[in-house]
């Protein structure tokens, strides 16, 4: 019984909040100070139209025209071609920013010489770049892979740069004096040490990730959550545009959790004295 009652007041505060907030949400709702009425769904609403996205359910009034989801897909489908995209740009962003930031760190060089190039590319916002990227690749999902690589691709840079940056070279010397090869020092002390840094720019680059799907859907968007997103506003299903912000607000909340729990078991001493 004891370790439960720590439990119920930490989860306290936030259970508070949330009736807080759908309280204010509904009375604002109910109030008709924003018209037409249709622009400020109630929370009730709202799930009902997540539900419906979740499920087969008649349209036109007859029984006989069902049909899936929204556009087709349900909520869940859309959000998982959304992750599916958000996945491959973060993969790629990775692969080219982390051998890209060591790099950067190694030979202060080619940092100088990289670096105004990469600041450069991380003060553009993404939503710049649809255009051309569209012109090159077309409608389809290449455009928009790429459009997250590039909102992915700076903060990884730069955290693994300043990763490698905060390697004391004392740390370095001290492996090579005890007989460690430049190989081995590169692998089995610089790499580790910038894990930490290289998971804080990860978790910042999910973040724009997800700030950015939904313009990497605007166009030819659908199956995706951005682009439902997109379209229910634009078609005045304020209620189903809403559920789909609130779906991809929590599952950043969620991947941001997996991503700290990630850290702890990768980089347990980090905090640590």
Same mark, same amino acid.
């Given at each position: ?8 007041? $930490?989860? %306290? ?19 008709? &100070? ?9 929370? %009730? ?9 979740? #499920? ?29 995209? *958000?996945?491959?740009?973060?993969? *790629?962003? %990775?692969? &080219? ?19 105004? !190039?990469? =600041? ?8 710049? !770049? ?9 409608? !389809? ?18 955290? #693994? ?8 070279? =004392? ?25 930490? =840094? ?31 997103? !997109? ?13 789909? *912000? ?9 991947? =941001?959790?997996?991503?700290?729990? %990630? ?6 001493? $980090?905090?640590?004295?």
């Amino acid at each position: 019984m004891t370790p439960v009652l720590p439990s119920v007041r $930490r989860a %306290l505060p936030h259970v508070v909040t949330l009736a807080v907030v759908l309280t204010a949400w509904s009375l604002v709702s109910a109030s008709d &100070v924003v018209k037409p009425a249709y622009l400020t769904p109630s929370p %009730l609403e709202v799930w009902e139209a997540f539900v419906r996205a979740n #499920t087969y359910h008649p349209i036109g009034g007859g029984v006989d025209r069902v049909v899936r989801g929204e556009e087709n897909y349900f909520l869940w489908e859309h959000l998982v071609v959304s992750l599916r995209r *958000i996945g491959l740009g973060l993969a *790629i962003a %990775l692969v &080219v920013a982390v051998p890209l930031g060591l790099t950067m760190g190694l030979f202060r060089g080619f940092g100088r010489v990289v670096g105004p !190039y990469v =600041d450069f590319l991380r003060s553009i916002p993404p939503l710049a !770049y649809i255009g051309f990227l569209i012109a090159w690749f077309g409608f !389809y999902d290449t455009s928009k892979v790429w459009l997250l690589v590039l909102a992915a691709f700076p903060p990884i840079t730069l955290a #693994t740069l300043n990763g490698v940056r905060g390697v004391k070279e =004392d740390h370095l010397n001290a492996a090579l004096s005890l007989g460690a090869t430049k190989r081995q020092t590169l692998t089995h002390v610089l790499a580790p040490a910038t894990v930490p =840094d290289i998971l804080s720019g990860l978790r910042v680059a999910v973040g724009f990730a997800w700030t950015t799907v939904v313009a990497a859907e605007l166009a030819n968007g659908l199956p995706g959550i951005g682009g439902l997103a !997109y379209l229910s506003g634009t078609q005045n299903k304020i209620a189903l545009s809403v559920a789909c *912000i609130l779906v991809i607000g929590l599952t950043a909340i969620a991947l =941001d959790t997996v991503l700290r729990i %990630l850290e702890k078991q990768l980089a347990p001493w $980090r905090g640590k004295a």
